[in-house]
């Protein structure tokens, strides 16, 4: 008995150190990346690995591709040399797919057959980021005219319809419209600061996003009101210094408001500007800015073509200036009313009934001029903000979407077509897209193929979601994929506008 336990001990020790011996390579060996881009398409990569002292590696490791985004043609040079007793650098080449997009992923998996008084082998996963520095002249100049085209149809998406009203007011004269477009160049100018600071600080960046910021609800909030007391004369931002008041207050007054419109209709993604708008915030800071300069180029472009007006048609307009003017006063209104409802969505019930009271006294003492009370009021309502009645405001709730992608895989293993859809309540254009989903046509398409519809909300922050969004080639909402038995991953993506041929097409194509 005595012997077999002491036989039991050898070989229990035996293992231990067989095990050992094993698990050193894993947790010592190293490797860096290094890559130089030969052409537009083409990346010469380098890996390095670092092995622990006294182990060999008798052979290039064999490489794997795991998952790649926007690359495709991995091919594996068979370059395999030793730098010294410890050092060793395989080289491979990767072509890229889309050579308009900046930053391209690959992970893959190395084997790499070890060898000291036993030969084992060691497997490691690799993530690199290769960054498209050589974007073609002709690529450049095709994304700033694509950012053009979507800065002009923004005009006509279904997203800016709030703040249609406030247009309307611009093309009052030709001093409203200079006031419109340096307010068109200067909202956009700070989305892009905005964005260009994220990006610097390591944030996730997503077109629109900060419509999820309650920071900046309250913020435009508050500006808006402002705006409804001037459009309403109840109080005067801009008193009359040397030019005349009529013309002072029409320049000043556009330019706060298509700046504020602007910081409103940004997060639409229209067809074209969701493509220039990816490349713009996956690009560098100098792209991204030429690409804004774009947009907001083709933004102000109906009101460039209006001052081509001859002084005739501008009198023709006088009889019906007030007329428009009242219509747009009440837009600000509409606007700001709908910029309060978003923001309650991150404020406590107590909170939101401090905002209201408060809003409701401010425009009822300035309008009757009491300052003194209005200010006693605003001071208080400061006090209230600072001491924060917003529970929501500094919390870092759980993401709720963060195994959104284990449970699409769990629905599309059942062998089913999916369509997934992202929508948000700041976002207009996903509202509109929302009627395809009542179309007679596409809900007997759904119940004829069984499909299984899921819905996310993007209302509040999720970077789950957006991580989604960003791995297939996209950077804001809407977005609707379809999923099927034959097209599981990727998926189908559908455009920004919906249609109910476009929805029935998908899931036709993504039937097993």
């Known amino acids: 008995m005595k012997n077999i336990v002491q036989k039991i001990v050898s070989i229990l020790a035996i293992l231990l150190f067989f095990f050992d011996s094993l698990s050193k390579p894993i947790d010592n060996i190293g490797i860096s990346v290094s890559y130089t881009q030969e052409k537009i398409k083409i990346f010469k990569c380098r890996l390095t690995l670092s092995i622990p002292e006294g182990w060999k590696l008798p052979k290039a490791p064999d490489i794997s591709v795991l998952k790649s985004k926007n690359l495709k043609n991995f091919r594996y040079d068979g370059n395999f040399e030793q730098l010294d007793e410890v050092t060793y650098r395989i080289s491979f080449t990767v072509v890229m797919e889309n050579t308009l997009k900046r930053e391209n992923a690959l992970e893959l998996q190395l084997d790499c057959p ?231 969505h991150h404020l406590s019930p107590v909170a939101t009934k401090l905002y209201s009271v408060a809003f409701i006294m401010l425009a009822a003492l300035l309008r009757k001029g009491k300052y003194s009370a209005a200010g006693m009021i605003l001071l208080l309502s400061l006090v209230g903000w600072f001491q924060r009645e917003f529970p929501n405001f500094s919390a870092k709730a759980m993401d709720r979407y963060e195994n959104i992608e284990t449970l699409l895989r769990a629905e599309l293993s059942k062998k089913q077509i999916v369509i997934f859809n992202i929508t948000a309540d700041w976002c207009l254009t996903c509202k509109y897209n929302g009627r395809i989903f009542y179309n007679e046509k596409v809900i007997r398409a759904m119940k004829n193929n069984k499909v299984k519809f899921i819905e996310a909300d993007m209302t509040q922050k999720s970077n789950a979601l957006l991580r989604f969004i960003n791995s297939h080639g996209r950077v804001g909402i809407p977005f609707t994929i379809v999923f099927g038995p034959r097209t599981l991953y990727p998926g189908i993506l559908l455009g920004e506008i919906l249609t109910a041929d476009a929805m029935i097409a998908a899931i036709e194509k993504a039937k097993g």
């Open 114 to 344: 070890l060898c000291k008084d036993i030969c084992t082998i060691v497997s490691q996963k690799v993530n690199l980021t290769l960054i498209n520095k050589e974007i073609s002249s002709i690529s450049k100049i095709f994304i700033l005219f694509i950012g053009f085209i979507g800065g002009l149809l923004l005009n006509a998406m279904p997203c800016i319809l709030p703040i249609i009203l406030m247009k309307l007011k611009s093309f009052g004269s030709k001093e409203a419209i200079c006031g419109s477009i340096a307010g068109n160049y200067v909202g956009i100018a700070i989305f892009g600061a905005i964005i260009a600071f994220l990006k610097i600080s390591g944030e996730a960046v997503g077109w629109g996003m900060h419509f999820q910021n309650p920071y900046f609800l309250e913020g435009v909030t508050i500006i808006l009101f402002c705006l409804a007391l001037y459009s309403f004369e109840i109080v005067n931002w801009f008193p009359s210094v040397r030019i005349s008041n009529k013309t002072h207050r029409e320049f000043f007054g556009n330019f706060l408001s298509n700046t504020t419109a602007c910081m409103i209709a940004i997060p639409c993604t229209a067809p074209f500007l969701g493509t220039a708008a990816t490349f713009a915030i996956q690009g560098s800071i100098a792209d991204l800015c030429q690409i804004f300069f774009a947009i907001a180029t083709g933004f102000s472009t109906p009101y460039f073509l209006a001052t081509l007006l001859p002084t005739s048609t501008w009198a023709k307009l006088v009889p019906y200036g007030n007329t428009l003017k009242k219509i747009a006063n009440y837009g600000v209104v509409v606007v700001f009313l709908w910029f309060f409802w978003l923001l309650t």
